[in-house]
């Protein structure tokens, strides 16, 4: 159940539209971080009291030692009206108004060939669009959200970069992920604002900064890669799925090839394509899948080249290679695809 403490604040750290990260102090805790979502509680300031929800850093879950505002006791009120009523984070007490693309005529009706890369964590978006810009810059980009990660996107520092880089041309956000250039209601007509809305020639799809997962075999959200592969499928576009795979990972699960990206290939009922690195031991999978060979670039150098630094769970391409390979695989073979 939720936690929830009143601090001061003593710093602003930095700001962005939608997102104030600060310091605040209290008499029992001492010195904390802690970050606003500025269009849902509104701006704070240097001596505001602010309530903060405390319960994913007192577990010491994966938040980053950061707590979140949850209201601003410097203000009785707060309001800014939105331009729709499709309601997010429905039932709660931050559910909020957002225009949706499926009522303003941003959707189109089908993707038209166009090649979507599925990805199960938020870093392989990032060094998917890298890949994709290096070795085709002519080639625009968006990114769809789903909301198995972080729901506010305007917690994402790498889309900062990646748009900063010109590497996305825009972001559409489903389900109960907030914030991108576009809204929509759910996965299949996301990926459809992308082509019809931001012009796509190539559409990478996966949830926010951050994922659910256990040891098991369907408890984890980044199985909703499933759902994107299909709906690509369903509505005409390529389905390229990001596995993956890793080097560096202590967990015998997630060693090689994850036992998630496993039973991603299990629960996708279209068949779709599989890039791998060369060199890579067989992708054991359902037989309607098709395992495809790439030669890819060398993903130090291209993060390099763009000045970004892209880590899974802490570790880069220099101690995780395979990670980095297998989604430098997936953007090559789009790039070929587009």
């Known amino acids: 159940m939720p936690s929830f403490r009143t601090v001061t604040v003593t710093e602003l750290i930095s700001e962005r539209p939608g997102l104030a990260r600060v310091r605040v102090t209290s008499d029992d805790h001492g010195d904390e971080r802690a970050y606003a979502l500025t269009d849902l509680t509104g701006p704070v300031a240097v001596g505001d009291e602010v309530v903060v929800n405390t319960t994913a850093v007192d577990l010491g879950l994966g938040t980053g030692g950061w707590h979140v505002v949850h209201w601003n006791l410097a203000r009785r009120s707060w309001s800014r009206p939105g331009d729709g009523h499709i309601m997010k984070a429905r039932y709660t007490s931050i559910q909020h108004e957002m225009a949706v693309a499926e009522e303003t005529g941003g959707a189109a009706d089908a993707l038209g060939g166009v090649p979507v890369v599925a990805c199960s964590l938020h870093s392989q978006v990032g060094v998917v669009a890298a890949v994709l810009g290096h070795l085709r810059p002519d080639l625009r980009v968006a990114y769809v959200v789903t909301d198995g990660g972080a729901l506010p996107l305007a917690l994402s520092d790498l889309v900062v970069q990646l748009r900063e880089r010109d590497l996305l041309v825009g972001t559409v956000t489903t389900g109960h992920a907030f914030g991108g250039d576009h809204e929509a209601v759910a996965i299949p007509s996301g990926l459809a ?146």
């Open 193 to 338: 604002v992308a082509v019809g809305a931001l012009a796509a020639d190539v559409v990478v799809a996966g949830m926010g900064p951050g994922v659910v997962g256990t040891g098991s075999r369907l408890g984890f959200t980044g199985l909703d890669q499933a759902t994107a592969l299909d709906a690509a499928a369903w509505l005409g576009g390529r389905p390229v799925m990001c596995l993956r795979a890793s080097s560096g990972d202590a967990r015998d699960r997630h060693q090689g090839v994850s036992h998630h990206s496993l039973t991603v290939l299990d629960a996708t009922r279209s068949g779709v394509e599989v890039p791998v690195p060369v060199g890579l031991p067989p992708v054991v999978g359902p037989a309607r899948h098709t395992v495809v060979e790439v030669d890819g670039p060398e993903v130090t150098a291209v993060l390099a080249r763009a000045d970004l630094r892209i880590t899974t769970m802490g570790r880069g391409p220099d101690t995780d290679p395979l990670f980095f390979q297998v989604a430098a695989a997936a953007a090559v073979h789009a790039a070929k695809l587009a």
